[in-house]
């Protein structure tokens, strides 16, 4: 999906950068937490977050990851009083931050900027539905597949062995996402495995099979383009 900031005329960045103010988060530090007041939105210029809600005490599922030119808190924002969920920085990350009384008086002023945003939002929302449809549809194996499906379309390059990741995926980040035990995803991939679906070297994965993953999905029957983590 498009970085918000990315949909903007240069003169629109700079109206919203010029009403903003710059912060550092570091690494594994917190943006915002869920159930907090939602007064602000951001916009990412370096690093990456990752917005997740808790299910329980030692389970997360992650609703989306942002990177640069993206932004987070939008749901908060333009959807409530709190943020309903949280927001982390997996990187050490520079983000502009804007209150809620100026981002609405930026809307409000200027349509182009407003449709850009609107288009954003609901893309945003179509693709996490989807997400959540699959963490929930199709049981734990499924869950286990979107990740994979999401990552070979985020770092995949198709070889004449399949399509390889080349970005790391360690079992507990994908227990992570979908709020699956670490050890049930390890029982999953190992299986997977066993009938030559997919294969390793360390952290680096080659899907072998991805129609196997996509068939368990029902890729065919979905429409949603943005189809990413």
């Keep these: 999906m498009e970085p918000i900031l990315e949909r903007l005329s240069p003169q629109e960045y700079d109206i919203l950068i010029d009403a903003s103010n710059e912060i550092h988060i570091p690494k594994n530090s917190f943006v915002f937490r869920e159930g907090t007041s939602a007064e602000h939105i951001y916009f990412l210029i370096q690093g990456k977050v990752?917005?997740?809600k808790k299910i329980e005490s030692n389970k997360e599922l992650t609703i989306f990851t942002r990177g640069m030119y993206d932004g987070i808190g939008e749901i908060g924002v333009f959807g409530g009083v709190n943020y309903s969920n949280s927001a982390k920085a997996l990187q050490d990350?520079?983000?502009?931050?804007?209150?809620?009384?100026?981002?609405?008086?930026?809307?409000?002023?200027?349509?182009?900027?407003?449709?850009?945003?609107?288009?954003?939002?609901?893309?945003?929302?179509?693709?996490s539905k989807a997400k959540i449809r699959d963490y929930i549809a199709f049981g734990s194996e499924g869950a286990v597949a979107s990740v994979f499906v999401r990552f070979s379309n985020m770092y995949?390059?198709?070889?004449?062995?399949?399509?390889?990741?080349?970005?790391p995926v360690m079992i507990q980040d994908i227990s992570k996402h979908i709020a699956i035990s670490r050890e049930t995803v390890s029982r999953i991939v190992n299986k997977w495995k066993e009938q030559d679906i997919v294969d390793n070297e360390n952290k680096f994965f080659l899907i072998k099979n991805m129609a196997y993953l996509k068939n368990l999905l029902?890729?065919?029957?979905c429409s949603v383009e943005n189809c990413v983590l």
């Design 50 to 52: 990752r917005v997740y």
């Design 93 to 127: 990350s520079v983000l502009y931050v804007i209150d809620r009384k100026t981002i609405e008086e930026i809307l409000s002023q200027n349509g182009r900027i407003s449709l850009h945003f609107t288009r954003w939002i609901a893309e945003s929302l179509e693709a």
């Design 156 to 167: 995949g390059v198709v070889t004449p062995d399949g399509v390889r990741i080349t970005e």
């Design 218 to 221: 029902m890729c065919d029957h």
